[in-house]
Structure formats: C-alpha cells, structure tokens
C-alpha cells in the first residue's frame, strides 16, 4: 500500500482495527457541536411558507410555523446503511467521515446513532416512505468513527416557486442521538459554498473539502467530528 493511501484511510476512518480506542483523546480545544436553534429552524420554515410572496411583502407579516427542530424535510425510519445514495445516483460522489466525541470525557462515544438525509441534485429530498435516497442511519464504531458514501449535497430553494430568491447552503442534515448525552439535531455545511450568505450558514459547522482519487475513481471527502454534550437530566 502507498503511504499516500495509507494516510488517506487512517484521515477517513478506515483500517480501524489497529487504531483501537484506547489511544484517543479529544483535542483540548474542541467545543460541543453547534446545534441548529429552533429559532433559526423558524426562519427558514417562514421562508418556505405557502404564501405567496407578494401577500407577505403587502401585509407585512409573516406567517408564523411551528418549529419544527428537524426541518421539513426531515423523514423517520430510514435504513442503517454506509451508503446513502442508490447505484448510479448522479451527483459529486462524497465520503463523509468524522469521529463521535463526549464532551465531558474528551472519550471516542461508540455505538452512537447518526442519521443523515440531504437533497439530490435535482434540489429535491426523497419522500422518505418508498424512496430512502440519500438517507440513512449508522453507528458509530467502538472508536467512535463513522463513514458514509453518497453525493455531495448542493445549495437548494426550498420553495422554488413561491420563495425563488431564498437558497440555502449546501448542507448534510444530521442527527446524533446517544445515551446519556443530548441528543444533537445540526447541519454539516461546507467551506467556500456558493450560498454561505444564507444566514444559517455556521463556518464552525463547515467541513473542507478535499478531493480524491482511488484506483481511477475520483470523488470528494470531508471530515465532521461530532462533539455530544452530557444531558444532566440522565444518570
Ligand atoms: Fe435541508
């Protein structure tokens, strides 16, 4: 194996077995994962209400929604799997890695549920009954890592017809649940997206993005480590 490759797979969470856990500690530094606020939730949501934009502009006001702190978009019961995207889904083919941290214990969390769902090229996010495309749940590994493969999501108007002008950035939507700690519904946004003006872009939530290629196949990798916060409410 070149050592190139090598270090591409120990970076993406690969060739675990002869990390273990025992040698990872979270960097000093390192801060809770931002959280997406339900108030930021609420902006958008007002953004994708079905009024017509001229009615909100002549009445000046808005409608309100319920928060709704997954977003819209936002599907239960979609399958544990590493890939998230059908064979043949058109897009930038993405690796997504990143390792689960505890907050309290600076300690890799293993066995954490993480669920992803993002849009497709085509701006439009499975209905998540029939169609799981770009879903999907996984666990973290006993050192805490995760790995998924898809398509890297791109910039979307949530209401194309009624809001034409309001794109939001590119974004992973992620949960994060593990015992004892809070669950963590956030985004994975991306470094120098096209959209950041969108003003829930979080430079803190946004990942680098390198571009790779194995074996003649070219695609594009990013790392998210996910930092949890103790719920003081368990034992
Ligand atoms: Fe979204």
């Not at 019961?77 to 997504?96: D, H, I, N, Y």
């Not at 805490?144 to 999501?153: K, S």
């Amino acid at each position: 194996m070149k050592s190139g490759r090598r270090k591409f797979l120990q970076q993406a969470g690969l060739g675990l077995a002869a990390t273990g856990a025992a040698g990872l500690v979270l960097r000093a530094d390192a801060r809770p994962t931002l959280a997406v606020t339900a108030e930021e939730v609420g902006r958008v949501l007002i953004q994708m209400g079905a009024m017509p934009k001229e009615a909100m502009t002549a009445k000046g006001e808005l409608k309100k929604i319920t928060p709704m702190s997954y977003g819209p978009f936002y599907k239960p019961g979609s399958p544990f799997r590493g890939k998230l995207c059908t064979m043949g889904e058109a897009g930038t083919p993405f690796v997504l890695t990143g390792r689960v941290w505890a907050f309290d214990t600076k300690r890799p969390i293993a066995g954490a549920v993480l669920e992803l769902w993002h849009v497709d090229t085509q701006e439009k996010y499975s209905d998540g009954v029939n169609d799981f495309r770009n879903r999907g749940r996984l666990i973290s590994s006993e050192t805490g890592a995760y790995e998924v493969e898809g398509i890297r999501p791109i910039p979307y108007r949530p209401n194309a017809s009624g809001a034409p002008d309001f794109w939001r950035c590119a974004h992973f939507h992620l949960l994060a649940v593990s015992p004892g700690y809070k669950p963590l519904v956030t985004e994975i946004h991306f470094q120098g997206d096209p959209r950041k003006s969108d003003p829930m872009y979080r430079p803190e939530n946004a990942i680098a993005v390198e571009k790779r290629e194995i074996n003649g196949k070219s695609f594009e990798t990013g790392v998210f480590d996910i930092v949890l916060e103790r719920d003081p409410g368990s034992k």
